[in-house]
């Protein structure tokens, strides 16, 4: 019995691409998921391995970081729409291309610092005990915020394996988790842990931050002055790594606008920062 090639698409899922909007005060992002998938005539790399008529998949990648240089900050339709017409148009032996783009929303909270729209969780865990009575925690997690600017680090350890160039200008993102003791079982609950909330942002946009550590820190200690309700904050801050795309080999520039946006692996900042006259933690972070 002859077998038959049936329905077949190749393409490359989730290119993560950021690129800022430097010309405009505050700074605005598009931030992209990008998934494509190819059709077409793909008859003979399937039944014989040529491979002539096949558009890599690394050309695909390639290709959104170069249409989100050249179109600048468009619309997820727009770009989209751009992108599969390319494909479809530049290859005879594609004629049909599925783009599917995720955006995700950043909202300003400073001339170069911006808030993740969306899923963030605000946490609660409380623990009774007999003896010691009621202890809370308050907390959140998935709060994901950007700098644009205003981040370095350098004049770090280096040994042998070190690779990694200093820099005095990087992009610094971060999904805060963040848990708060409280002093008492008893407090205006949700206008402490909107205090918490605006500290944590409002310390991540005011410091001009030389480590993520000498960050978490400061949001730490301004949580601690707002929220006089807590006497401990806990946080663990995964560094979400964003690199400068090279677009030099498509002829583009790229003035510090089109970034990768990496998923793993990822630095992880952990810490806690303490009131002087925090009262023992008793049973709760156990």
């Not at 809370?136 to 998935?142: A, K, N, Q, W």
């Amino acid at each position: 019995m002859m077998a038959v090639l049936g329905e077949n698409r190749y393409g490359k899922a989730e290119v993560r691409v950021v690129r800022i909007d430097r010309g405009r005060r505050p700074h605005a992002i598009s931030d992209f998921n990008v998934s494509i998938s190819l059709s077409g005539d793909m008859e003979e790399v399937h039944l014989s391995g040529a491979n002539d008529q096949v558009l890599p998949t690394d050309t695909q990648k390639n290709t959104v970081y170069a249409l989100a240089q050249k179109l600048g900050g468009v619309e997820p339709e727009v770009f989209a729409l751009a992108l599969a017409r390319h494909f479809v148009e530049g290859r005879p032996a594609i004629t049909r291309a599925q783009v599917q783009v995720d955006s995700y929303g950043w909202s300003p909270v400073g001339p170069h610092s911006l808030v993740r729209s969306g899923g963030e969780v605000r946490t609660v865990t409380v623990v009774h005990d007999e003896q010691s009575g009621s202890w809370v925690l308050g907390g959140l997690r998935e709060l994901t915020l950007l700098n644009t600017t205003g981040s370095e680090f350098w004049g770090f350890a280096k040994d042998s394996y070190t690779t990694l160039a200093e820099t005095t200008d990087r992009m610094l993102a971060t999904s805060v988790e963040a848990r708060w003791r409280f002093r008492g079982a008893d407090c205006d609950w949700a206008a402490a842990h909107e205090r918490a909330r605006q500290a944590l942002i409002q310390a991540f946009v005011d410091t001009h931050s030389y480590s993520l550590q000498q960050s978490l820190f400061a949001m730490g200690s301004r949580v601690l002055a707002e929220a006089p309700e807590v006497c401990e904050v806990r946080l663990a801050l995964p560094n979400k790594h964003h690199f400068l795309v090279d677009l030099s080999p498509f002829g583009l520039p790229n003035d510090q606008e089109v970034y990768l946006a990496a998923d793993r692996p990822y630095g992880l900042i952990e810490g806690q920062v303490l009131a002087e006259d925090a009262p023992e933690a008793g049973p709760v972070w156990s």
